[in-house]
């Protein structure tokens, strides 16, 4: 049975930094993309970041290009994403998931319980 945990998430006054973590069990994690989800209060599920199990590429949505990193350890099957300079905006609970998709922007399933990130102005 597969399984994903997030953890990482907090409290952080704007510009700040956090790192999330995403546990992957029940499956061969190097053969799966793996991307960041998140959903704010009133608003749909937004895709932030995706790996590829293919070559590693990665995609981010506009909103957090060039201040969010994601990346992967195949070897502890956990996956990150480094969140530097939040925003407020940023507050949402932080999912992760997995795509057997080589691009990692669609077909996500399943995913974890998730995580919250709450940005202070």
């Known amino acids: 049975q597969v399984q994903l945990v997030e953890s990482g998430g907090g409290l952080v006054q704007a510009g700040g930094s956090l790192r999330l973590s995403c546990a992957a069990s029940g499956r061969t994690f190097s053969l799966y993309s793996m991307g960041w989800f998140r959903q704010a209060p009133g608003k749909e599920h937004e895709l932030v970041a995706g790996?590829?199990?293919?070559?590693?590429?990665?995609y981010y949505a506009n909103s957090v290009k060039g201040r969010f990193t994601i990346s992967r350890d195949n070897a502890k099957n956990t996956m990150y994403l480094q969140m530097n300079n939040l925003k407020p905006e940023d507050t949402a609970v932080y999912y992760c998931?997995?795509?057997?998709?080589?691009?990692?922007?669609?077909?996500?399933?399943?995913w974890g319980l998730g995580t919250q990130v709450t940005v202070s102005s």
């Open positions: 998931a997995m795509t057997l998709n080589p691009n990692p922007i669609a077909d996500f399933s399943p």
């Open positions: 790996i590829s199990w293919k070559d590693d590429s990665t």
